[in-house]
């Protein structure tokens, strides 16, 4: 199985601040990878896909990047809405796997 | 409007049963590959089962393999997820999500989940 590791498990940061979060799989999983946003009590939501391109709807602060084994998430300037947990996915093979999330809270 | 709404859900004693159910409308339901995906209390999402494309073929977690089984009926819009011999480590909200596009395992709708309970 690919195992996907986030880091950091949670970050602090405010407003307006640029913020980046890794995903590191086990293996080379090209780009086959996806970023989601998920808040408390909600179900995830898609942000990334094929670890650059931006889902339709979602703010372009928000940007993927890397490809192999590692990848980074940016937000460029922290907004409000933006306190939540991140997750990446490979979907490069089955089983599908998921980071252990990164939890990002307000400094 | 895509929008999958999930049912089933409930306590069970461990070595119990539960079906969940996954209604799906707004899009052409039998021509998406679909997945069920759950998330333990305070804890990161896993991937549990899932069709790997439109025609039927299956794949399931390690920890569910043998236990669950997933099926789909294309006349009544639904996704199943036959849980048997529940244990306590299943508990979890279930989520029911929808493939971006068959051949890309990544999802772009998710229902609002069901809570399933294993507990003696």
């Known amino acids: 199985d690919i195992q996907m590791t986030q880091s950091p498990s949670t970050l602090s940061a405010s407003v307006g601040d640029r913020v980046t979060i890794t995903c590191r799989a086990s293996?080379?999983?090209?780009?086959?990878l996806a970023w989601y946003q998920q808040k408390p009590g909600k179900a995830p939501k898609l942000l990334i896909y094929?670890?650059?391109s931006l889902e339709s709807g979602v703010p372009s602060r928000f940007s993927g990047s890397g490809s192999g084994t590692e990848f980074t998430l940016t937000i460029s300037s922290l907004q409000p809405d933006d306190f939540a947990t991140y997750y990446c996915?490979?979907?490069?093979?089955?089983?599908?796997?998921f980071g252990g999330g990164t939890k990002v809270e307000i400094k | 409007e895509v929008q999958l709404l999930e049912s089933g859900g409930g306590s069970v004693h461990p070595g119990g049963s539960l079906r969940l159910s996954c209604v799906a409308s707004?899009?052409?339901?039998?021509?998406?590959?679909m997945s069920w995906v759950r998330q333990a209390p305070g804890k990161g999402l896993e991937w549990v089962s899932g069709?790997?494309?439109?025609?039927?073929?299956?794949s399931y977690a390690d920890s569910v393999k043998g236990r669950f089984t997933i099926s789909r009926d294309n006349s009544k819009n639904t996704l199943y997820l036959q849980m048997n011999s529940l244990r306590a480590e299943d508990t979890a909200i279930y989520y029911c999500?929808?493939?971006?596009?068959?051949?890309?395992?990544?999802?772009?709708?998710w229902g609002r989940g069901a809570l399933v309970t294993v507990a003696s």
């Open positions: 999500a929808k493939v971006i596009v068959t051949g890309n395992s990544l999802f772009d709708y």
């Open positions: 707004g899009f052409t339901f039998s021509s998406y590959a």
């Open positions: 069709f790997r494309d439109s025609g039927g073929t299956t």
């Open positions: 293996q080379s999983i090209s780009s086959w």
């Open positions: 094929k670890a650059s």
């Open positions: 996915q490979q979907y490069e093979a089955y089983p599908l796997t």
